[in-house]
């Protein structure tokens, strides 16, 4: 197979969205639109002009060399298609990049070659009473709790969401919250996104979070609570209902997983599996690293 590289300009928008629609792996983040926020510019490669088999190239460039790297607020890229992707087509792609060095991950559809990382998955197959009741006991008293404290979800606005992500994440770096507020307003715009917060009877607004979604899947994204959330635990409160809206409707919620002990638990009280994705890197020294995050 001859692996065609894409310039942006090159790549068929319209296309490559519904490739994203069809694809076994289908993943809210790789819309054109929402690329062109979290990596304006980004490139492709593609099987052939069919886009059959597709890879999304988040490119950057620094003092004049060019380089691909997972970009803010997205989890999987890698290989897509609507048929099975072996290891071997994964790898063919890989050696078929047109820049010296890359580091990203790949999808859970793509094998494990590379850094293995864990997501956290929750099939909406079945009712609300089934899915709680796979619930861990301790989730299920939080989540009590949370009522008791007189809490309410709703939908906000996605200003309103990203400004209260960037209060709590004030010393995260500028690049994520710029690029949050954009792929929000984005998301929205295309009624692929809906902004949900958690608020007490006095009307203050105390957890939050994006939640991203296509016919197949939903995405937990910046989740994020104050202080008075986290006393509440507002958050279990707010997954609870997100799960108790969409139960039944066959997608996939998407936790976008964490090896982070505390965080990893949290995901886990509301059942479903583990899944897993790999990173992986070519000649990417720790200078261009440093660089990358300043």
Known sequence: MKVIHLEHGQIDRELWDRRV??????????????????SPGWEALVSDFGYTYFMPLPVKERLGFRYVIQPRWVQQMGL???????????TEFLKSMPYMSYDFNLNEGNGGEGERLPNRVVELTAGYEETAGGYAENTARNIRKAREAGLTVMEIAPEECCALWSRVNVMRPEDMHVTLRAVASAAVERGRGTAYGVCTGEGETVAALLLLRN????????????????????????????????????????????????????????????????RVRHLRPDWLVKMMHR
């Open 21 to 38: 629609d069809g694809a076994g792996v289908s993943l809210p983040y790789l819309y054109s639109w929402y690329l062109d926020a979290v």
């Open 80 to 90: 897509f298609s609507e048929f099975e992707v072996c290891g071997e087509r994964v």
């Open 215 to 278: 016919e197949k899947r939903l995405v937990y994204l910046a989740p994020v609570s104050d202080v008075r959330g986290k006393e509440t635990r507002a958050m279990f409160l707010l997954v609870d209902e997100l799960l108790r809206r969409y139960a039944g409707a066959g997608m996939t919620f998407d936790f976008e997983g964490s090896a982070i002990e505390g965080v990893a638990r949290f995901y886990e009280g509301f059942g479903g599996e583990w899944r897993y994705y790999s």
